[in-house]
C-alpha cells in the first residue's frame, strides 16, 4: 500500500484523477513483474525503450513545432505593431514560459512519479502536453482579439512546459530501470533522448511541406496544420505506453514499502548539491542547442537574409545526425566514464560556438549548410551519456523527482533564456561572436559542475539513502544516501 497522502487539496484532487491510472500501474506491478523469465525480461526492456523513445518524440515534436514557428510566424501575428526585433523578443519571451514551467512540472510529476510509480505519470504528461500543443492550432491573432491572442498562447505554452516537465525523468526511467545490467545504462537511457532530434526533425518537416504554401495562405492558416496534426500523434503515443508495465525498480520499492509521502521535499532536502549540478551542467548542452535550432530562424532569415527552406532542411539534416550520435555516445559514455565523456563534450561545445558562428557569417548557402548540421555534434556528446549521468545520481525512491528537478531546472538558466540572450547580445554587439562568447561561458560552467559530479558508471546504483553503501570514486557519496 502506499502511505497516505498528505498533500494539500490541490495534490489530493490530483490523485483522485490519477487513481484509475494508478490502479493499472499497481495492477501492472504486482502482477509478477520480479518474477519474470528473461525472455519476458527483454521483451518488457525493448517495449520499455520503444514506449519511451516514441513518447518523447511526440513530446518534443509538439514542443519544437512551437519553438520553430516562434522564430518565423508568431511575432508577425500577434504583435503585428512593434518593431520586427522587439517583436522577435516579444515572442521569444512567451517561447522562455514554456522553459520557466518546467521546472513546475518536474515537481508536480516528480512527485507522483515516486509515488504512484512511473507508467502513469507518462501518461498524464503525454496527455497534458499533446492537448495544450493541439489547442495552439486554434488561437486567434492579434488581428481578430488583440492582445489577448498573445495571452492564450502563454497560457497554453505554459501547459506545454509543465507537460515537458514531468515527461522527461519518467522516460529515461521507465528505460534505464529495465536495464538488466549496470554495463549498458547509458546506452539503454540514450534512446528517450534521441526523442529530441526525432521530435525535431518531425516538426521541421512539417512545417518546411506546409511553408510551401503561398506565403499569405502560411501566415493565415498553414502554420496551423501541423498543431492539428499532433492529435494522432498523441493517441499513438497514448496507446504505447498503456500496454507497458511499470518498472522493476518502483515493483521493488513498492513492495519494500519505501515509497516516499513526498518525494519532491525529501530530495531537496537530502540531495540539494546533486540537483543544482545536474542543472548547471546542462549549460553547454541546452542553450547552445536552443540558438542552434530556435534562434538561428530569425538570425538566418533577418540579419542573414538566407532563405527560410534553406535553414529548415538544415535543421532536418543535423537532426538526423544526432539519431546516430545520441546512442553512440552514450555507448562511449559506458566505455570511458560518463563524467570524461560529458567533460570532452563540454570542451568540444566551448570551442565550437566560434567556428559555427565564423562559418554562419560567411552567408554563403553551402557554408551556413555545413555549421547547422555540425552544431548538433557536441550536443549529441553531451545528451547522450546525460541521461544516465543525471538519473544515476539520485537514490531510486528519489530518482524521478531528482532526475526530473535537476534536469528541468537548467530551463530557466539555459533553454529559456538562451534565444533571449542570443537577440540581445547580437542587438548590442552587431556580431555573432558575442554569442560564441556566451555558448564559451556556458560550457565552462558545465566542465566545473560535471567535474563535482559523481560518476556512477557501471556501479550498483540499486541501493537507498538508508542503507549502507561503499564510496563511488573520487571520494562521492553513491546516490543511496
Not at 502511505?3 to 504486482?30: D, H, K, Y
Not at 539503454?188 to 529530441?196: C, E, M, R, S, Y
Request: net charge positive; charged share 15%.
Amino acid at each position: 500500500m502506499l502511505p497516505e497522502c498528505r498533500r494539500p487539496l490541490s495534490g489530493c484532487i490530483l490523485c483522485v484523477w490519477l487513481s484509475p491510472l494508478q490502479g493499472m500501474s499497481m495492477a501492472a506491478t504486482q502482477s509478477g513483474v520480479p518474477n519474470l523469465s528473461d525472455e519476458e525480461a527483454r521483451r518488457q526492456l525493448r517495449r520499455a525503450v520503444i514506449a519511451s523513445t516514441i513518447g518523447t518524440t511526440i513530446e518534443w515534436y509538439d514542443f519544437f513545432l512551437y519553438s520553430t514557428v516562434t522564430g518565423l510566424v508568431f511575432a508577425k501575428l500577434y504583435f503585428p505593431q512593434s518593431d520586427p526585433l522587439v517583436g522577435t523578443l516579444q515572442a521569444f519571451l512567451i517561447y522562455a514560459v514554456g522553459f520557466l514551467a518546467r521546472p513546475v512540472g518536474a515537481a508536480i510529476f516528480g512527485h507522483y512519479g515516486d509515488r504512484i510509480g512511473r507508467k502513469a505519470t507518462l501518461i498524464v504528461t503525454l496527455l497534458l502536453m499533446g492537448l495544450a500543443t493541439f489547442a495552439v492550432a486554434f488561437v486567434p491573432t492579434y488581428a481578430s482579439i488583440g492582445i489577448w491572442g498573445a495571452v492564450l498562447l502563454t497560457v497554453l505554452r505554459f501547459i506545454q512546459g509543465v507537460g515537458v516537465g514531468g515527461e522527461w525523468g519518467g522516460s529515461v526511467l521507465m528505460s534505464m530501470e529495465w536495464a538488466r545490467t549496470d554495463k549498458h545504462r547509458g546506452f539503454i537511457a540514450a534512446w528517450p533522448q534521441f526523442g529530441v532530434p526525432a521530435g525535431l526533425f518531425i516538426a521541421n518537416l512539417a512545417v518546411l511541406v506546409t511553408s510551401q504554401i503561398s506565403g499569405s495562405s502560411f501566415l493565415t492558416w498553414g502554420w496551423r496544420v501541423p498543431f492539428v496534426l499532433s492529435i494522432v500523434l498523441v493517441a499513438i503515443g497514448l496507446y504505447i505506453r498503456l500496454n507497458i508495465l511499470e518498472t522493476p525498480t518502483f515493483a521493488r520499492l513498492l513492495a519494500e514499502q519505501k515509497i516516499e509521502k513526498t518525494p519532491t521535499l525529501e530530495v531537496i532536502r537530502r540531495q540539494p548539491k546533486d540537483i543544482l549540478l545536474s542543472a548547471l551542467a546542462r549549460m553547454a548542452e541546452q542553450a547552445p542547442f536552443y540558438i542552434y535550432t530556435a534562434f538561428v530562424f530569425t538570425y538566418g532569415v533577418t540579419n542573414l537574409g538566407v532563405s527560410r527552406d534553406l535553414l529548415l532542411t538544415a535543421v532536418l539534416v543535423a537532426s538526423m545526425l544526432e539519431f546516430i550520435t545520441i546512442p553512440l555516445f552514450g555507448h562511449i559514455s559506458d566505455l570511458i566514464g560518463r563524467r570524461k565523456m560529458y567533460i570532452i563534450g563540454s570542451i568540444a561545445v566551448g570551442i565550437f560556438g566560434f567556428i559555427y558562428f565564423a562559418l554562419v557569417d560567411t552567408r554563403d548557402p553551402v557554408w551556413i549548410f555545413v555549421a547547422i548540421v555540425l552544431s548538433l555534434v557536441p550536443h549529441a556528446m553531451l545528451y547522450g551519456p546525460q541521461a544516465a549521468f543525471i538519473a544515476e545520481s539520485f537514490t531510486g525512491r528519489l530518482r524521478y523527482s531528482g532526475a526530473s528537478l535537476g534536469y528541468q531546472l537548467a530551463s530557466i538558466i539555459a533553454g529559456g533564456p538562451a534565444p533571449l540572450i542570443a537577440t540581445a547580445l547580437f542587438a548590442y554587439y552587431h556580431s555573432g561572436y558575442a554569442i560564441a562568447c556566451y555558448v564559451f561561458a556556458c560550457a565552462v560552467l558545465s566542465v566545473i559542475a560535471a567535474s563535482l559530479l559523481g560518476d556512477y558508471t557501471n556501479k550498483d546504483i540499486s541501493r537507498e539513502y538508508d542503507e549502507a553503501h561503499p564510496l563511488a570514486d573520487h571520494g562521492h557519496a553513491p546516490p543511496a544516501r
